[in-house]
């Protein structure tokens, strides 16, 4: 099974640490973040597809053509044109076959993917205090999602994506929409896909997004607190 991740940012908000350097290569706990990511993959996985852009050939240069035994493509995405627009790049290598997708600024703990494989459509969720700057999840008692909406002023609920998706070709059956920033953002394709088909939510136990530079020395305090039990 393959995996696309989602690596082309700028990091904007991560500066001045990301000016020299991409942000999947910042260091956390002693390994860049990427290889953090790619830790956590489950066996499934053999195939890793990475959209790269901004300083995307250091992130070459680190992985290489295989990386802990995965073979891995790179797919350029050479403007800024948003997550529904660096997923659309993969479709060529990806074709209808059931993948998972990840961003590369995510990390997270052992099992979750494993869980979210066992679904034909899945989304890892979890529970936040501020879910404003999330795509906020509405589900019904069977995990079923309702709907997502993308950074919402008044969130309809505290439940939030993590960004990790399990998906198959019939994502690349939607076109995303255009956002008034001039990206095209993944969540409008999701939505259509719930109209059509069932697509569930999975609860992420460990979840670590990486947003800001004060984030580094949170993911490690937590990371550190998981490895002692």
Known sequence: MKCAILAAGEGVRMRPLTLKRPKPLLTVDGKPLIEHIIGALPKEI???????GYKGEQIQNFLGDEFRGLKIKYVWQKEKLGTGHALGLCRPFLG?????????DDIYGKGVFEEMLKRDLAVAVT??????????????????????????????????????????????????????????????????????????????????SIGYPEDLKKAEGILKLNAEH
């Open 127 to 208: 529970e936040v205090e501020d879910p404003r700057r999330f795509g906020v999840i509405l589900m019904n008692k069977n995990k079923k999602i309702l709907e997502i909406e993308e950074k919402p002023e008044n969130p309809k609920s505290n439940i939030i994506s993590c960004g990790a998706m399990v998906l198959d070709g019939r994502i690349f059956d939607y076109k995303p929409s255009r956002h008034s920033n001039g990206e095209y953002y993944l969540t409008t394709m999701t939505n259509q896909l719930i109209q059509d088909y069932d697509l569930y939510g999975v609860e992420a136990p460990t979840w670590i």
């Open 96 to 104: 209808r076959e059931k993948f998972l997708m990840l961003f590369a």
């Open 46 to 52: 053999n195939e890793l597809i990475m959209v790269i």
